[in-house]
């Protein structure tokens, strides 16, 4: 099984209590890290699987953990490479201005995925960001410089 998941991730629904093996797994998600949504919970809610997951494919935050998808190292590293990943972030991630504020840093579309509470704290949006929130229909947006 090691080597058909080591081919391909998706190998991984088919491998019933191998789900659970941590070697198995993460061959298996190396390939494609969306993989994941096959492994068991247990591995699901293992960081370090979830942050190489991630890593491959930001849609493995979607099958992660709730707590993980809590975690704001996770969820950085999701949105390195989309800012989509937003959709699979904890509704309480979201609602943390401070947490938000790191990940406008990364990317400042996060917001329109932000509570407005979170839009409108101005700590958030002193943030220098690679995009600019203003195109994003922001109440209170700044002009971009």
């Known amino acids: 099984m090691l ?9 991984l ?3 019933g209590g191998l789900r659970d093996d941590e070697q198995v797994v993460r ?3 190396s390939t494609d890290g969306a993989a994941i949504r096959y492994a068991s919970l247990a591995m699901r809610d293992r960081k370090e699987l979830v942050m190489q997951a991630v890593s491959q494919n930001w849609r493995a935050l979607r099958f992660a953990s709730a707590q993980l998808r809590g975690d704001l190292d996770v969820v950085l590293q999701a949105l390195r490479k989309n800012v989509w990943a937003m959709e699979y972030v904890s509704p309480a991630l979201k609602a ?3 947490a938000m504020k790191v990940a406008c840093a990364i990317n400042g579309r996060v917001l329109a995925y932000c509570p407005p509470a979170v839009q409108n704290d101005s ?3 002193a943030v220098p960001s ?5 195109f994003f229909g922001l109440p ?3 002009t971009c410089g």
Do not use: H, T
């Open 3 to 11: 080597k058909a998941v080591s081919c391909s991730g998706e190998a």
């Open 13 to 15: 629904r088919y491998a």
């Open 27 to 29: 061959a298996a998600i």
């Open 96 to 98: 943390n201005s401070q």
């Open 123 to 125: 700590e958030v949006f």
């Open 130 to 134: 690679p995009a600019c929130p203003r």
């Open 140 to 142: 209170g947006s700044p």
